[in-house]
């Protein structure tokens, strides 16, 4: 007894012993793990380069690809100070050189500075040659330097020769970003394409960046399309004929199998992303080249390309920058540099040939250009501007002079910037001022009320939009007021838009008052004959009457947004944000498919989602204001949506029956959609158990049943889907905004109405039902003659239990 | 032995720590929820009970339901010639307070929920009153906002001979 009870003392005392030991070790194992945590995971902070490479598609980068542009952008540095950046080969050969300016923060915004890598250009030619292997033998750096600053920054560029790409190209098939419309057909040349494949070669207007998606649209009216042969990865066509060209900035894209008419990144190269792929010019003319260039701050980065919002007025406190795509090929734009220089305003008449320049915000800025072009993307020229009238000279070798036929000035008569307050500026406008303004209601459903008029009002910093249709002759009524008591009581006032639109000049007289009367002005032309969520930049101008004859002076600009609908809005009021997205995702489109294919595609941008309860009151309004809804809510914004642009689509309810078998089976109980829907990354409904059978149907046993818990949709009899339906050309086709799909084609042929079973319902489900409703959950019954309440795989179950019976119909659907 | 049966003790002590930590991972699952699961033939318990559901809502204020119980319990009672049953579908019908669904309900799809229910409530008032509560359906028709409701209100009318009042 005591042998025993010592036995198990030391036994215990040994298990004691033992345990510890365990203890010990894993208390160590978690102080190994922690201190390895805290090495693995909390490195140190590397101290951040103040210096950064950007491709052309925004990203920081350390590589770039051949054919993209290399953007620089550098932070800590002195504000609004000059430096010098260059881009140094390893064997010591500069390829690239610009001298920019800092920010009022100390930093250079992302600027291009070495377009086309891989490219060589020769001096005086327009047109480079390919020479990757040059390239992607060497290693880089970017020097940042300034008389008591240098910083290097080493990059690389990938040797990815056989990557897909495409660009526009001369005759010969070199590279050539600049076209002289009437004498240089446009063609584009493609290389390490899929050999036998056929491409379809888009020619679209130039656009800051292309995502997955985007619907091209051909400004050629039609694709050009490339067979290549099977032993065949290249090919160099003609895209367009040079007395058709527009002048403009275009992208290629080229759409490879399947077509889809839509750009893809990982399918369809381009020409163009985030830079303008070529450009059409008019020939230089020996006169004096003027083009506006001084324009607002891009948007944040990634760097835009230039389409610029253009004005002449800035605050003391505004950086100006300048952004050009001249519309006219100067006499020697093949160099890889301009400067720009800020001159003090001079009248056209002084413009002598020759004629030195000089800058006046502490030096020019030296750009790096577009080659054969001349692009010159977003500089910024003066952060710190000083109040005064000025001129802005683009100035090409030789430089330091003004050169007649090849320099660019902004502008010369009237002021071509203008830094500080004017005499009078605009301080309100009216666009929807009554019946006869062809304004379209709009509705603010934070205010839920109608957009209050005027819609813009300086004083109380207001900005709403306008929204008209299509191709309007716009009248809108302004008032004005006089910042200067030295300011003519009456003067001529008109605005130009840009984009070819200018309001034309009235008569405005302050009556010895400060403030003007409203004053109706009409815009010279109509406005954009399509689809667009036009932002524009409106430089308003007055002149000492008469006019014309007298100096033009700048007085205040602002933005603006009009959208230009494609057809008369059919919801009245139509909700702001609908208008303005719409007008923005169907832009260019001009039939009722396309608009409507847009908005589908895009209607995920607009953020709202599907999973969230219906609202109560207006449907569309408790949408917007709670975020989203469920397809009874989704199925009317989206004809909404479409009636903003005066499409009509149908909406439709199918509601399941439960009556499509005899008792005691019960087809069915429910639909059952795994999708978690729109902005949605899985179902909002509760987690619940599922009994799946996907692979046998009718009679399944036991054995094909699986057993999942899953959050999905689950809708009862009763309730069912709502979708739309657009009729065009004879046919229906059918949206499915809750899930951000379609179209669908070849549903039904007529409209669906009442009960609709078997038959019936058989292209609806091969074509779209079966697709969109994963399980239809019912009492069914089984191979052993049970039953039991299953979630059916939706293809496995047939139109008829018995095909020759239309009664023994499977699935049964009303329609409201 | 002993050391085996030490080493077992081990054994089960270290399995006890990983499945405590383990445990500690796990959402535990809401009996409420392991209810709901049940399959909805079960979900209906008796006249009285399904009732009592919907008078609830209908008279409780600030309630928030569950979407699958109010459906079930309303879908349970459809049809029935019942007076108590008529007098639930009527208030349905004149209900315009939205009703609230608690947080982790399942959501209708097609409509709000009180738009749902006045669906069923006239389903079931056409079948056990017909033309009696034409006035009803005339009123539904006339003033809801809601398309998909005003088509069945539309069905029903003309299903028991009524006829279309003018929309405003």
Partial sequence: ?816 | MSKVKMNIRYFIFILFVLVFFIGCGQKKEEPSRIARQEEETKQVVGYEANLAIIQDILEVKETEIDWRTIYAATISLRNLKDKRTETAFLKIMSRERPISLRKDSDIPGAMNPLNMLKAVAMESLRETGGKQYLEIFYKTYKETDERILREMAKAHILALGGTLPKLK
């Fill in chain 1, 1 to 816: 007894m005591i042998l025993k009870y010592k036995q198990y003392k030391n036994n215990a005392k040994e298990g004691y012993v033992k345990l510890k030991t365990v203890l010990i070790i894993l208390l160590l194992i978690v102080i190994v793990c922690f201190f390895l945590w805290l090495k693995i995971c909390r490195k140190k902070p590397v101290e951040e380069s103040p210096v950064s490479i950007l491709n052309s598609h925004g990203e920081v980068v350390g590589e770039i690809n051949p054919m993209d542009t290399v953007f620089v952008s550098v932070k800590k540095l002195k504000p609004a100070t000059l430096y010098d950046i260059r881009v140094m080969r390893s064997d010591n050969k500069e390829i690239s050189y610009a001298r920019l300016l800092t920010d009022l923060r100390g930093e250079i915004p992302p600027t291009p500075i070495w377009y086309d890598v891989g490219v060589e250009y020769m001096e005086g030619y327009r047109a480079g040659k390919l020479n990757f292997e040059e390239v992607i033998n060497h290693k880089y750096r970017l020097v940042v330097s300034s008389p008591e600053q240098k910083f290097e920054f080493p990059f690389k560029i990938i040797d990815i020769k056989l990557k897909p790409r495409i660009y526009s190209a001369d005759e010969n098939g070199n590279p050539l970003n600049g076209f002289i419309r009437g004498r240089e057909d446009v063609y584009a040349v493609g290389k390490n394409l899929p050999a036998g494949s056929t491409i379809h070669l888009y020619v679209v207007e130039d656009r800051y960046r292309w995502a997955d998606g985007d619907l091209l649209n051909p400004v050629t009216k039609k694709y050009v399309t490339v067979n290549l042969e099977s032993n065949q990865t290249e090919f160099k066509v003609q895209v367009w004929e040079k007395h058709a060209a527009i002048i403009g900035g275009y992208d290629i894209i080229a759409d490879c199998m399947p077509f889809d008419g839509c750009y893809f990144e990982h399918t369809d190269p381009n020409d163009g992303d985030c830079n303008i792929g070529f450009c059409i010019q008019d020939e230089g003319a020996a006169d004096d080249i003027e083009q506006k260039m001084t324009c607002q701050a891009p948007s944040p980065p990634p760097p835009a390309a230039p389409n610029p919002k253009y004005k002449d007025t800035f605050s003391p406190s505004e950086a100006v920058w300048v952004a050009i795509n001249p519309i006219v090929q100067g006499q020697n734009y093949a160099g890889k540099n301009a400067k720009i220089y800020v001159i003090n305003q001079l009248p056209k008449s002084s413009y002598a040939h020759g004629m030195t320049l000089t800058d006046v915000t502490g030096g020019p800025k030296t750009t790096v250009i577009q080659p054969g072009c001349a692009n010159v993307n977003y500089n910024l020229i003066w952060a710190n501007p000083v109040a005064g009238k000025y001129d802005v000279v683009i100035d090409f070798p030789p430089f330091g002079v003004y050169d007649k036929g090849t320099d660019i000035v902004d502008m010369m008569d009237p002021v071509g910037l203008l830094v500080g307050d004017p005499d009078i500026e605009v301080r309100r406008i009216k666009f929807n001022w009554g019946v006869g303004s062809g304004a379209v209601n709009l509705k603010d459903h934070v205010t839920n009320a109608l957009v209050p008029v005027p819609e813009w009002d300086k004083t109380i910093n207001r900005s709403e939009p306008a929204a008209y249709t299509r191709g309007t002759v716009i009248t809108i009524k302004a008032q004005f007021y006089k910042l200067s008591s030295t300011a003519p009581d009456a003067v001529v006032i008109w605005a130009d838009l840009g984009q070819g639109i200018t309001l034309l000049p009235q008569t405005v007289n302050f009556a010895g008052a400060s403030e003007s009367a409203y004053v109706d002005f009409t815009t010279a032309v109509p406005s954009p004959n399509y689809i667009n969520k036009n932002d524009f930049v409106w430089q308003w101008y007055y002149a000492v009457p008469p006019y014309p004859g007298s100096v033009q002076n700048p007085m205040n600009s602002h933005s603006h947004t009009i959208c230009t609908t494609f057809l008369a809005s059919l919801v009245n009021p139509a909700y702001k944000e609908p208008m303005l997205w719409t007008s923005e995702w169907a832009k260019y489109w001009s039939n009722e498919k396309g608009i409507c294919d847009s908005i589908i595609s895009k209607l995920y941008l607009s953020g709202l989602k599907y999973g969230i309860s219906n609202p109560y009151g207006d449907v569309i309004d408790g949408v917007l204001d709670q975020g989203g809804g469920m397809c009874g809510s989704w199925y009317q914004m989206f004809a909404h949506m479409a009636g903003c642009q005066g499409v009509f689509v149908n909406q439709k309810f199918y509601q399941l029956k439960n009556d499509a078998a005899p008792s005691p089976e019960v087809k069915w109980y429910a639909i059952v959609i795994k999708d978690g829907g729109l902005n949605q990354p899985q179902p909002t409904h509760a987690a619940q158990n599922f009994n799946d059978v996907d692979s046998v149907y009718p009679n399944p046993s036991q054995s094909d049943i699986t057993i999942r818990n899953e959050k999905r949709y689950v809708f009862s009899s009763g309730d069912g889907h709502c979708i739309n339906f657009l009729d065009y050309q004879g046919k229906l086709y059918l949206y499915d905004p809750s899930f951000g799909k379609g179209p669908f084609d070849n549903t039904f042929t007529a409209l669906p109405s009442g009960d609709t079973t078997g038959t019936a319902l058989t292209n609806f489900r091969a074509n779209y039902h079966d697709k969109a409703i994963d399980y239809m959950k019912g009492y069914i019954k089984l191979g052993d003659g049970t039953h039991k309440s299953l979630t059916i795989k939706t293809t496995l179950i047939p139109d008829l239990r018995n095909s020759s019976d239309p009664s023994t119909f499977e699935i049964h659907y009303k329609w409201y």
